[in-house]
């Protein structure tokens, strides 16, 4: 999947191209098969072709009966190639998702400070730091979460564990939402 969605968008459009003219070959060889049978009326490869693209593509029947005249097989295959087409829309929708999206980028728009401190105000240690967006169109209901890693040295090594700090502000009993604006 990963692949899929950082392959080059030409190199892309055609794979996936070339996945469905494929998909449209490969049912319209079954429809070429069993249109004797279920009264097709697909006796030419170009004519099941056709039929097998109106039916991945959902684009409706040439066919004198759409009922296949009461077929098991061609049920079959027409149930098969819903659900390909199901599948292969799905996949699509999830690879152009996802590049339209690319959290990667965005993710590196978020800038923390290079330094953090631990003050203590009215008998309280405060661990601060800052963090902003450096993009124009700022982030909607960002939440941050705090992890602490301690590490500390055993008679069998270093163990490392991971701790949830509390935040204050943004108080993250309310969500922990943040305003990234510079």
């Known amino acids: 999947f990963h692949t899929l969605v950082n392959m080059n968008t030409w190199k892309l459009v055609v794979l996936a191209s070339a996945f469905v003219i494929f998909s449209w070959l490969v049912f319209a060889v079954f429809f070429r098969m069993v249109s004797w049978q279920c009264g097709l009326k697909a006796n030419t490869f170009l004519k099941a072709f056709y039929l097998a693209i ?6 409706g029947y040439g066919v004198p009966d759409s009922y296949f005249e009461g077929c098991y097989s061609g049920v079959f295959i027409l149930g098969a190639a819903a659900l390909w087409a199901s599948f292969m ?4 929708i999830a690879v152009i ?3 339209v999206s690319r959290p990667q980028s ?5 800038c923390f400070s290079e330094k953090a401190i631990i003050s ?3 008998g309280q240690i405060y661990f601060m730091f800052q963090v902003c967006d450096v993009r124009k169109h ?8 705090l992890y602490c890693i301690q590490h500390a040295p055993t008679s069998s090594g270093v163990v490392f564990q991971t701790r949830a700090m509390r935040l204050q502000h943004p108080d993250d009993e309310l969500g922990g939402m943040l305003l990234l604006a510079l």
């Open 54 to 59: 109106e039916t991945v593509e959902t684009i």
């Open 106 to 110: 965005r993710a590196s728009s978020v």
């Open 138 to 145: 700022q982030l909607v209901e960002a939440h941050v979460r």
């Open 120 to 122: 203590e105000i009215r």
């Open 89 to 92: 829309n799905a996949i699509s």
């Open 97 to 99: 998702y996802t590049r």
